[in-house]
């Protein structure tokens, strides 16, 4: 009689046990109320992102002076005829693709 | 001539060169002059004797021609080869760079050089064919090469 109430003792302590537990895990996983919330950022795909900043084709072209771009492919021309000229001194496949370093083509 | 022998003339003894010489002008310019403009009749060649000589084509800058820089001849070189090519019409604007001194040879009075003295005309032939023969061979490098960087641009 005393083992089977000594057994009973133990199993309802192994449950109470249990229970509280239980209740100290599940209150844990609640967020507290007054805690901030993590900002929440919408992602926005590519496409839309690009669609709402890119502006229309040219708009956002730096206007560099016509004097200016004159120079640049004066420039060019120069490094482009030059590179031709040493390809045509010594012709092979690498010399005829040797990449300048005009701004116009970089 | 006061400087280097004339690309043109090369392979002539002195007599020759001094007789096709005799036949040329003497023209001296300021620089930014214009020689000859682009379609203009091409009736005379020239030879710079001192000065440089920028030869350029137009191109549409924002909706207006602006000279683009193709060549640029110095001392010795020629310009102005259309004038014994047809049509006889010029391909290329010329403006000096500098004070520049050139001798106009005309096509008749090269031609009737030629017809007396066909051996004159043979060696003045070569040399213009390597004249033309150079522009074609740099010109078709640089239009190679830009081919490549548009078949990277777009086909790659």
């Excluded at chain 1, 640049?72 to 390809?87: G, K, M, T």
């Excluded at chain 2, 191109?59 to 070189?77: A, K, M, N, Y």
Aim: aromatic letters at 6%.
């Amino acid at each position: 009689m005393v083992l089977l109430l000594m057994a009973a003792c133990l199993g309802l302590l192994a449950l109470v046990v249990t229970a509280l537990a239980y209740w100290a895990a599940a209150r844990s996983e609640e967020p507290a109320v007054d805690q901030p919330q993590p900002e929440v950022f919408k992602v926005a795909s590519p496409v839309g992102f690009f669609a709402d900043t890119a502006a229309p084709a040219g708009a956002m072209r730096i206007q560099v002076p016509v004097e200016a771009l004159l120079l640049q492919i004066e420039n060019h021309v120069r490094l482009e005829q030059a590179a031709a000229e040493s390809f045509l001194e010594y012709p092979t496949s690498a010399l005829l693709h040797t990449r300048t370093i005009s701004p116009i083509v970089n | 001539m006061n400087y280097r022998e004339p690309d043109l003339l090369k392979g002539l003894n002195d007599e020759q060169m001094e007789q096709a010489l005799a036949l040329g002008s003497r023209i001296s310019l300021p620089g930014g002059a214009e020689l000859f403009g682009l379609g203009s009749e091409a009736d005379r060649l020239f030879l710079i004797d001192r000065g440089r000589v920028k030869l350029t084509l137009p191109i549409q800058l924002r909706g207006h021609d602006q000279d683009i820089l193709v060549e640029e001849r110095s001392s010795g070189q020629t310009v102005g080869w259309s004038a014994l090519i047809p049509p006889y019409r010029f391909t290329l604007k010329a403006t000096t760079l500098i004070e520049t001194d050139l001798i106009a040879l005309s096509r008749e009075s090269l031609r009737a050089l030629f017809a007396a003295s066909p051996e004159v005309g043979y060696t003045v032939s070569l040399n213009l064919a390597a004249v033309i023969g150079q522009r074609l061979q740099l010109f078709q490098t640089m239009w190679l090469r830009e081919m490549q960087r548009v078949v990277e641009r777009h086909c790659v």
